[in-house]
């Protein structure tokens, strides 16, 4: 009996990562990885998604198994007809008709998210939560609400946002209100800008040097890491209170974490939901971990009917 399985695209700020996957197990190939080019033409950057998608190992029995997809990951918006419909990170001209004409199959791309949240709800920590959110933090963030294993991706294909736009409150002295974007501050890069801007030393390996800075003790990186996760951990509290969702799921290198990081942001949600009987919701990391954007992407490659 033949099995279905897909090319699985994750395309982030600072990686890209492919696979094969089995649509009907989850079970994915061997990952492989390149840096992205983000300095580097949107031409050059989709050639490089080709490249490593051509270079995915098919199954091990190529004859019992059928290539039936490539999906593509992306941290954009991503419309209802698979169309990228936004360009904050780099631009990405014809992905889809390039994948097509490399692979001889249908391609489709997704805002991560929403793919990592539909893996963890086929495969992952949600597959036995019907009403979970999942949040992706790490370089940026965004979120998504999933319901009976399908994520809710909107009217128009946006509701992924929770972090990326202007908030003001009044200034300490209430003369005038303070703007900020929270992504700004409480994302991954958010927080090595933070690190700079209060005279930090370049680090050699972004939020990881950070959170080794803080568990030596470091009360500059702790400072940024506990501001990092208050606001952070205010605005899914903030969520938790709006859909009342049964479970948490963190995911991205952020929120899969174990660090100060994990442990402040933890400490920050439970303290500002507002319904006392609801602070204690389950808080669990992503189980499928890097993997979810490759699964999710090929499980996004041919939607249900």
């Known amino acids: ?7 699985g695209v994750d395309v982030g700020a600072t990686k890209i990562a492919a696979a094969w996957v089995n649509l009907s197990t989850g079970h994915s ?11 580097a033409s949107g031409e050059d950057i989709v050639a490089d998604i080709v490249s490593l998608a051509l270079e995915t190992e098919p199954p091990a029995s190529p004859g019992n198994s059928r290539l039936v997809g490539a999906g593509v990951a992306v941290p954009e918006l991503v419309d209802l007809d698979g169309r990228i419909r936004s360009r904050w990170n780099f631009p990405l001209p014809h992905l889809l008709e390039h994948l097509q004409a490399a692979l001889s199959v ?3 791309a997704e805002s991560d998210v929403r ?3 539909l893996a ?10 019907d009403n979970f959110v999942y949040f992706s933090l790490g370089s940026g963030m965004s979120y998504t609400l999933c319901f009976d294993g399908k994520p809710y991706a909107g009217s128009n294909g946006f509701a992924i946002h929770f972090a990326s736009s202007e908030l003001a409150v009044p200034t300490q002295d209430r003369s005038e209100l303070a703007a ?18 209060r005279g930090g030393c370049p680090l050699a390996d972004g939020i990881h040097s950070l959170e080794a800075l803080a568990a030596q003790g ?9 501001d990092a996760a208050g606001m952070g951990g205010r605005l899914i509290a903030q969520i938790v209170n709006m859909l009342d969702p049964k479970k948490i799921i963190l995911g991205g290198g952020l929120g899969c974490s174990t660090g100060a990081y994990h442990s402040h942001l933890e400490s920050e949600i439970r303290a500002h939901i507002w319904e006392q009987s609801c602070t204690d919701i389950p808080i669990i990391m992503a189980g499928l971990g890097e993997s979810a954007g490759i699964i ?7 939607p249900p009917e």
């Open 180 to 197: 900020a974007i929270p992504e700004d501050y409480a994302s991954g890069l958010g927080m090595v800008r933070l690190w700079l801007e």
């Open 115 to 117: 793919v990592a949240a």
């Open 29 to 39: 190939g061997p990952v492989l990885r390149i840096p992205t080019r983000r300095d």
């Open 1 to 7: 009996m033949k099995s279905s399985y897909a090319i």
């Open 218 to 226: 470091d009360p500059r990186a702790l400072n940024v890491i506990t």
């Open 106 to 108: 249908q391609a489709r």
């Open 120 to 129: 963890e709800a086929r495969f992952g920590a949600g597959r036995d939560c």
């Open 296 to 302: 999710g992407a090929a499980l996004a490659a041919v």
